[in-house]
């Protein structure tokens, strides 16, 4: 499938008739504003031949040859036309507007039935299909399951003994169980840093598959794990049985051999050999060298449940909760902002209070009161400044160091740094405008005598 491509349509028997409705009604609407133009045609016609009859008669009552009666009842029939046009032309715009509204509730009545198709959000393939046509559904209602063919990502759970010995980029080779036999192979991409319960987990993966594994059957909490495999296997589908081996060590150069092909002899000091058979037939006992001899090369989880997904919840989910930090992020910057510049007012009135003695001296010598209010507000905005280049140097040196420290991604961005400058200016400069105002209003003799 493509991206864009109807997926599934959902029928809505009442939109569609009211779409119907509609179309019956613009029709209507379109015959009546059609009729009141015809009505200004008319009108506009009949005006041009009483004008044309009233000439004459107004020329011939000039020379006394017509009586004034009938050019008076001529103008009275020019009026009546000409009212009969205002008329129709009023009756012609509120028809064009009612048309106008019909036409906007048709939109939004299509746009509801648009709403009503599932498109594809990706380019990628249909997993499942869990509803058939004509099946009633409910709001929410998972109606199908798509993937995108290019990554397949296999979710574990893992008791809290078993994660100690796991760590992300570690070889892992996941197997269907079925009939015919199928193992690919990948690596384990992210580990969760602690143990979940259940409902937590369900809470993290946004309210998505209920189905469950083995581990997670119990009340004991599990450590979540991700596998993403190196080549898409085009068969796993949510809810697949799968087996997963989790390589947590490799030899190179070396082969597995069953234990009991393994001989020694009655000296348990003795060296260990195994029976091979040579070009001719012939058994011969060759020495064998044991390296991982008892350890436990493989982690194995048989019979266990698991589940394999595509991540478009999971971008969704994590775009819904970036957003919502975004917003709460700028509730807190705008209480920031508010303090910061209740701060700068309050140190600005302190100033002016304290030096409103140079204030007269300044007045007194000549300067005007644009220049002691400009001398202040020049003062907050840049205390302002300062303040907010010193924050945006201390978040992000944190950020880098947090960033370095979880190995997350981070980026400045110097449109954002300029939009966080400016916001500090312009909360300087209207926070100190009011003392600098109040300080330019000062009288010079009084400020004088102030100590």
Known sequence: MKAGQTLITLRYPE????????EVKIQQQRRILQRHQQEIVEAKEQIAADEIKLRPLVAGAREGAIAREQV????????????????????????ALELEAFQLERKRIQQEVRDSIVTAPIDGVVLGVNVKNGDGVEFRTNLLTIGDPRQVLVKLQLSTLNATQVRPHQL?????????????TGRIQSLYPQAIGEEEEEQSSGGGSKQSNQSSSSDRPAVPSIVLLDTPTRTLIPGSRVNVEILLQQRQNVIVLPTEIVQ???DDDSEPFVWVRDSQG??????????LEGLTLEQRYPGFSFWAWNNVDDLIQQQQTLELATRGLMVVGAIA??????????ITIASVTERTSEIGIRRAVGATQREIALQFVLEAALLSLASGTVALVVVHV???????AFDLPYEFEGRIAALALGSALVVGVGAGFPPALRASQLDPVQALRSQ
């Open 15 to 22: 939109r569609e008739t009211a779409l119907a409705n509609q």
């Open 398 to 404: 944190v950020a880098l160091n947090v960033a370095d």
């Open 72 to 95: 008076y009842e001529q103008q009275d029939k020019l009026r009546e036309t000409r009212a009969t046009l205002r008329d129709a032309q009023a009756d012609a715009r509120t028809a």
């Open 264 to 266: 020694r002899d009655d």
């Open 172 to 184: 892992a080779r996941v197997s269907v169980i079925s009939p015919d036999r199928q193992t690919f």
């Open 282 to 291: 012939n058994a011969q006992k060759r020495p064998v060298k044991l390296g």
């Open 337 to 346: 902002l508010l303090v910061g510049g209740v701060g700068i007012a309050n």
